[in-house]
């Protein structure tokens, strides 16, 4: 049988394109600000409880052999340089060194190269700069519809992904496999907000990361089994069985962005997992 060498350093059969084959691909972390919160008792968790109270804010992308998807928008870029008791927003201080959009070009990819975006969920800190990004083809759960463009839109995401109402979109009601062969996949896991979504995806060398959203925020959510009070009846409870199963079936690895050990442990950009 023929084999080639794929720039990811694996020997497959299956056809090369620009030098990939077609299940490689990159993910890259990026730090898109933190949460400084001294509240975890509103997720159900003692501060004895928890390592630490506050929480980063990533951003993700995915470089695909057919197009790029960026997931998460995080802290609005306005918010660099600015002192945190400036940016205090529903209790949650905001700080951030780095724009995503200079992050972006640091690796060599501008707004234009963006083929997907993708939010988990309307809340500010993933969407603060969805106005950047509505070149791209939005791909939108109909169920978050109306938290980001429609009637019950919260003005803090009014203010930074209004442009969304005028964007390329795509609706999905539920899972939706972005680049049609199982390597990137939207989960639909409500509960959180209506419409919140995670994100797998299959990489050569890593393997299968399931990239959480808001699914969980701390860590010890996951290992204490808690969640925030109202949650218990918005959908969490099934949504987080149904991906515990998921990652398992996978052998994947669950990545909680907020959480400050994922945060910590990661390789960030310009590194990345292959
Ligand atoms: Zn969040």
Redesign the pocket.
């Given at each position: 049988m023929y084999r080639f060498e794929c720039i990811c350093g694996g020997q497959v059969t299956t056809p090369v394109t620009e030098g990939r084959c077609l299940h490689c691909g990159r993910l890259y972390v990026i730090d898109c600000g933190t949460?400084v919160y001294n509240r975890p008792e509103d997720y159900n968790l003692t501060r004895e409880e928890v390592a630490d109270s506050n929480?980063p804010?990533a951003c993700f992308l995915v470089i695909h052999p057919k197009g790029i998807l960026l997931f998460d928008t995080g802290l609005s870029d306005r918010l660099v340089g600015r002192p945190l008791y400036e940016n205090v927003l529903e209790g949650y201080g905001q700080i951030k060194f780095n724009t995503l959009k200079g992050q972006l070009a640091d690796i060599g990819v501008g707004p234009e190269d963006i083929t997907y975006l993708a939010l988990?969920?309307s809340?500010f800190?993933?969407v603060g700069n969805a106005n950047d990004y509505v070149g791209s083809i939005w791909l939108a759960q109909k169920a978050e519809l109306d938290l980001l463009i429609g009637a019950h839109v919260d003005p803090d995401t009014a203010a930074v992904a209004a442009g969304l109402a005028h964007a390329r979109t795509r609706v999905i009601d539920g899972d939706h496999d972005v680049f049609g062969d199982a390597t990137v996949v939207l989960k639909y896991t409500p509960g959180h907000t209506p419409g919140h979504q995670s994100l797998y995806v299959k990489l050569a060398k890593t393997g299968g990361v399931l990239i959480a959203?808001?699914l969980y925020?701390y860590s010890e959510e996951r290992t204490l089994k808690r969640m925030p009070a109202e949650e218990l009846v918005t959908g969490t409870p099934a949504s987080r069985a149904m991906i515990e199963r998921f990652l398992i079936e996978k052998h994947a690895r669950l990545w909680i962005?907020?959480s400050t050990s994922f945060f910590r442990e990661a390789i960030k950009s310009p590194g990345w997992y292959e």
């Open positions: 949460l929480m804010v988990s969920h809340h800190d993933h959203g808001d925020h962005g907020h």
